[in-house]
Every structure is written in structure tokens, then in C-alpha cells.
Nanobody
């Protein structure tokens, strides 16, 4: 089992920045690829970014150039730095763990509880 706890969400004005953190505990963090997903009310969960155990990254086109995913294996933590935020980035953000980096949420085995990000215009 892997337990994931997100933090860092909040309310920010358009153009601002937030950094989300996801702390992992349980099985060896280094063995897992990590992803960030988001879900708006009434919509399906969508891929935001992923990072492999070795540091390779993937991004959704909607966040490329604005968001950066990173990980600190010594701290068992993955981060999502979000810059130039837009109102359409408003959502609940979830981190997740999987054995193989993927954009598909169904391939992730473990999920956090989510953290709300609200971007005001």
C-alpha cells in the first residue's frame, strides 16, 4: 500500500502561482511513477502531468510551459509548480502512483484525497 496526501491548494488570482505537494508513505516511493490529475465539477478526471521514477516527465497540452512536475525521492514527495494560473485551472487536484508512467488514470493504483485549487478572474 501507498498512502498519498496532497497539500498546497487554495485560492489565487489569475496569473498567480501555487505549488502543490504530495507526500507518500508506505512502499518504496522510488519504485513508482507519480501523476497529477484534476477534476472539475461534473467532468471526468483529466491528466495534468506525470513523472517517472527516473525523472522523465509528461504534460497535458493545456499546462505545458506553465506547470512543472518534480520529485524528491529523499523526501518521498512529488510537486506540481503551477504558474500563470487561469480560471480554467480551477479544479480538485489529485496525485496518484503507478508502476509505469501514464496519462491514463485507470492505470494508477493509489490516489490521494485531493486538494482544491481555485483561480479567480
Amino acid at each position: 500500500q501507498v498512502q498519498l496526501v496532497e497539500s498546497g491548494g487554495g485560492l489565487v488570482q489569475a496569473g498567480g502561482s501555487l505549488r502543490l505537494s504530495c507526500a507518500a508513505s508506505g512502499r518504496t516511493f522510488n519504485n513508482y511513477a507519480m501523476g497529477w490529475f484534476r477534476q472539475r465539477p461534473g467532468q471526468e478526471r483529466e491528466f495534468v502531468a506525470a513523472i517517472s521514477w527516473s525523472g522523465g516527465t509528461k504534460y497535458a497540452d493545456s499546462v505545458k510551459g506553465r506547470f512543472t512536475i518534480s520529485r524528491d525521492n529523499a523526501k518521498n514527495t512529488v510537486y506540481l509548480q503551477m504558474n500563470s494560473l487561469k480560471p480554467e485551472d480551477t479544479a480538485v487536484y489529485y496525485c496518484a502512483a503507478t508502476t509505469v508512467s501514464s496519462i491514463w488514470p485507470t492505470l494508477y493504483d493509489y490516489w490521494g484525497q485531493g486538494t482544491q485549487v481555485t483561480v479567480s478572474s
